[in-house]
């Protein structure tokens, strides 16, 4: 039919375009239905997409190899294997990379993000789809795996460290012995399976590493939802109501935020932090502040243990009420070192001023 050879047509003239427009509808779908890490058919949901997805890398690297060849019903879904692969490949890559940028601190883990960012776009790229390398694929599967796994401990364990991260690696490594061994059954050449299995795991898995020793691997699932400082809070029921001045915008978490301190004024520092049900942590809340040489100096430390399960986060504050005048910044960390997040802001003292007026903010 005509309208079919114009479809056609349109479809060959515009296919980068095309692939764009998928992808951003693609990352926006997954974005609106990504849900919390806690939810067990959302785990279920991302182990039924590794499983499919290994089972399709170990049966294309037997075809590429002539050891296995599709027949009866297999036939004539074999031809819709390398969409199938790098559909469920994207959607593991899109929730991972969600996590990972609601959980992080765009200035600690931005090289990270670029990384996890790259690598959706690689998986999106025409010449990797139609790739026989099987190894890129492995790679990628690699990252989804290990990101699964490490959600999955934090969940079970009740905190984020160096305990949930050991786990998932030793579980991606598990899974790789066990797909290894799979394979050996009908190809012997050790080199093939090196390169093809062992290689690209192993070497997501040293980059995993090396990224956590860092403390640039953000720690999911984990995630600031709001913060800023304040002239005072006060806590009433399970009402917590905060005081900002009035225009000022510290609640947001980038640019820079001015506290104008009259004299016994106290400074507050206000977090939502989200965690799921099942975990119960601490977070270490640094206050810094700039000396005259610009160097940041550590003013204080505040631990804060944290409890999951509410849906707006837990909330948690400090306060501070020996302060000079100068530029400050806030950074939440976990326990283990990993960011959650940082704030920005400038004292400035100034006089009494019986005019002076707040915004209430309730939470």
Request: glycine share 6%.
């Amino acid at each position: 039919m005509k309208w079919k050879e114009q479809f056609s047509e349109f479809k060959k003239n515009n296919a980068g375009k095309l692939d764009i427009l998928f992808f951003v509808c693609g990352f926006i779908f997954d974005a609106w239905l990504v849900g919390h890490p806690d939810k067990p058919l959302f785990i279920l949901h991302q182990a039924v997409y590794l499983f499919i997805i290994a089972l399709l890398i170990h049966y294309e690297l037997l075809f590429r190899l002539e050891k296995w060849h599709p027949s009866n019903f297999s036939m004539k879904i074999w031809p819709y294997q390398n969409f199938a692969l790098h559909f469920c490949l994207g959607t593991l890559l899109n929730v991972y990379s969600l996590f990972y940028i609601k959980s992080a601190s765009l200035f600690s883990s931005v090289i990270f993000l670029l990384l996890m960012i790259g690598m959706i776009f690689l998986n999106e790229l025409p010449f990797v789809k139609k790739s026989e390398k099987v190894n890129l694929k492995v790679g990628l599967y690699s990252i989804c795996l290990f990101s699964f796994f490490s959600i999955v401990y934090a969940l079970l364990f009740g905190f984020i460290g160096l305990v949930p991260f050991s786990f998932s690696v030793l579980s991606t490594l598990a899974i790789l012995i066990l797909q290894l061994r799979l394979l050996k059954k009908y190809i012997p050449e050790p080199g093939i399976l090196v390169n093809a299995i062992f290689a690209p795991v192993v070497t997501v898995i040293i980059i995993f590493i090396t990224f956590f020793f860092l403390g640039l691997i953000p720690p999911v699932p984990l995630s600031v939802k709001e913060q800023g400082v304040y002239h005072n809070l006060v806590k009433r029921d399970s009402h917590y109501y905060l005081y900002a001045e009035m225009g000022d915008n510290s609640f947001w978490d980038f640019g820079k935020t001015t506290f104008h301190a009259e004299p016994g004024d106290k400074i507050y520092f206000y977090s939502q932090i989200f965690s799921p049900g099942r975990i119960s942590d601490k977070v270490i809340v640094h206050w810094f502040k700039k000396n005259n040489l610009g160097d940041w100096e550590n003013m204080d430390k505040v631990p804060v243990t944290i409890k999951g399960g509410r849906e707006e986060g837990f909330r948690a504050f400090t306060f501070k009420s020996n302060y000079e005048a100068g530029e400050w910044k806030i950074l939440v960390e976990t326990s283990s070192g990993a960011e959650i997040s940082r704030l920005y802001f400038d004292v400035i003292k100034v006089e009494q001023s019986p005019s002076r007026t707040f915004k209430v903010l309730e939470r």
